[in-house]
């Protein structure tokens, strides 16, 4: 089950590497019901035709090979083979459930990391812009305007991941997945806007050399800052173990992290533009809004690449090739299977092979049954099933390429 030399399950070829392949060993499997709902589907013994239980690796084998000089690159590769078939073995149910769970367990500690965020950046901002005023510190300004657009961040989005469950499904079908996308790249482009401008102005100080060769050194200023930056390690901390669970706790996590180097690089340059050499202070400046723009560009290439369509990782295609492929023994191929990023969530498209005798009314049901239990896996907003009869014609949706002359 290894990614290196499978098959690519989005390739056009319009045979694809399982349009020949019949599930072995289904014959034991009821012919007109679900596989997963089938006596010993779940528990220890869950259905496996493919005997993929028989490629785990025990777990002292691993942690033998982990002793050996060379052997962490194996154990690592191993142990990740093993996640992969305990989860293609695992029924979809025990996947929704495991993200139920997770969803509630994680509920509480995820509204404290938005609260305190929020909370914390309203009095940072409060601090750092006082620390900004008083030092005429350029670094230490470049931290206070960071400051101010972390509360902006939260607000817009608190706001968003609200708005996005209250859209009107029927001026927007899709839904509002994509409204925390789209806001974190707005938000990406201002801040990187806001950044310019401090640049601009440090290069102005550069040039233009102040009367003195050292500015004062301001106390309080750096205490104010040193006291942001121990606040924002707490939040850090706190908001790395929970970074997987929400997309608004992954983008405060991110925010904290970068804040750790604005805050911390721009103390010492303040303090060095007044112990050591005037222009230290703007050249800190300088670094810290490029530090921040380059960080925030990376972040708007990543949520451009969800809007624009971006392929889920190939674990996520594997698992769904394997239920597909399991799911039925009256599905005898899989044809194409796609999946594909809308926003945070996942589309998922996926065509089957009956037989051209199956009737319309069993293979709508089998379909349908197929397409609900996708639906309900984490991370997937839709999915859609195809059924066909052959699997010798082009894929399906696919627009041929068009030649420019």
Partial sequence: MSDKGSPTFQEENPKTPWADYRPPSLEHVPSHGDVENAPGSSGLNPIDPFLLRDGLVPEDDIAGLRRRKKGKQVAKYQTEQNDLIKSLLKPMEEHTEDAIQEEEAARVPVKIAIYASLAANVILCIIQLYAAITSLSLSLLATGIDAVFDIGSNVLLFWLHRKAGKLDLNKWPVGGARLETIGNIVYGFLMGSV??????????????????????????????????????????????????????????????????????????????????????????????????????????????????????????????????????????????????????????????????????????????????????????????VHVDHEWTHAPEHRKAPKHVA
Wanted: contains cysteine; aromatic residues 12%; proline residues 4%.
């Fill in 195 to 384: 950044n310019l401008v401090v640049i601009v102005e440090s290069i102005r100080n550069l040039v233009t050399k102040p009367d003195s060769d050292l500015k004062d050194f301001h106390l309080p200023s750096i205490i104010a800052v040193a006291a942001a930056f121990g606040v924002k390690l707490a939040l850090f901390i706190y908001c790395f173990s929970l970074r997987n669970k929400s997309s608004q706790v992954l983008v405060l996590w991110k925010d904290h992290r970068n804040d750790l180097f604005i805050n911390g690089f721009g103390i010492l340059m303040s303090v060095g533009g007044s112990k050591l050499a005037w222009f230290l202070d703007p050249m800190g400046a300088i670094i810290i809004a490029l530090g921040v723009m380059i960080s925030w560009g990376r972040t708007i290439y990543g949520e451009f690449g969800l809007l624009a369509g971006k392929a889920a990782p190939h674990s996520f295609l594997q698992l769904i090739v394997y239920k597909a492929a399991t799911f039925s023994d009256d599905i005898l191929k899989i044809d194409t299977v796609r999946a594909y990023h809308s926003g945070p969530d996942y589309f998922v498209e996926v065509d089957v092979v009956m037989d051209g005798s199956t009737p319309l009314w069993k293979a709508h049901d089998l379909s349908q049954q197929l397409q609900d239990k996708i639906e309900v896996l984490p991370n997937v907003e839709r999915a859609f």
